[in-house]
């Protein structure tokens, strides 16, 4: 497994050998990236077109601003800020458009940008098992609705898109005590609404 690291490194690397003008490189960004981010904007968007449109967009932002890259941080933070950027500026387009628009017309609390949950990993599950994982996936989506939508970015972004509380910090532009207390209140929410689901299977 590559180490944490090692991934910073080599994403720096691919990074800098894209501003050098390798065209294989970003590709590669996109390769390690795209699915995980893919998977954050699907749910984020909830709908697959403006998802893939959002997909488009923040790798096109990445391409341009490569050179605004300091390097300081990470990448992947660094990536998940342009892509709630993005997002959020699809938000306002649609606060602009009311009627088609749903639960996008809440403020987001502590300039956070909305979550999504990552689809799990595919273990060719049998029927009785997938139609159990959908209903206990559509459970946990319905909860995570009504949390605020800072505590939602804290939780998802930590338990599932895997972003230390650093990182997070840096999307969130907050500190790293003010995630942790998202997290903490999101799992005590999450453990009122859904009580009856074990915390390893979220």
Not at 39 to 52: I, P, S, V
Not at 77 to 84: C, G, K, Q, V
Not at 123 to 142: D, F, K, M, S, Y
Not at 178 to 201: E, H, I, S
Request: aromatic share 6%.
């Amino acid at each position: 497994m590559q180490q944490t690291g090692e991934r910073h490194n080599n994403d720096q690397t691919l990074l800098n050998a894209h501003r050098e003008g390798d065209g294989q490189a970003f590709a590669l960004l996109v390769r390690q990236h795209g699915p995980m981010l893919m998977g954050y904007l699907t749910r984020m968007c909830r709908d697959n077109r403006q998802a893939e449109d959002c997909f488009q967009e923040t790798f096109l932002r990445v391409h341009t601003a490569a050179a605004s890259f300091s390097g300081t941080g990470s990448f992947k933070a660094w990536l998940y800020t342009i892509a709630s950027n993005v997002v959020m500026d699809l938000r306002r387009k649609q606060l602009r458009r009311p009627t088609l628009v749903s639960s996008a017309t809440e403020a987001f609390d502590d300039d956070c940008p909305e979550p999504v949950l990552m689809e799990p990993a595919d273990t060719h599950p049998g029927p009785v098992e997938t139609i159990a994982r959908r209903e206990l996936r559509a459970c946990v989506l319905a909860a995570l609705e009504q949390l605020p939508h800072g505590q939602r970015a804290a939780l998802v972004m930590s338990y599932y898109q895997g972003l230390s509380y650093r990182q997070i910090g840096e999307v969130m532009h907050c500190s790293v005590s003010t995630v942790k207390t998202q997290v903490f209140r999101a799992l005590k929410r999450l453990a009122t609404l859904l009580p009856d689901v074990d915390k390893a299977r979220l």
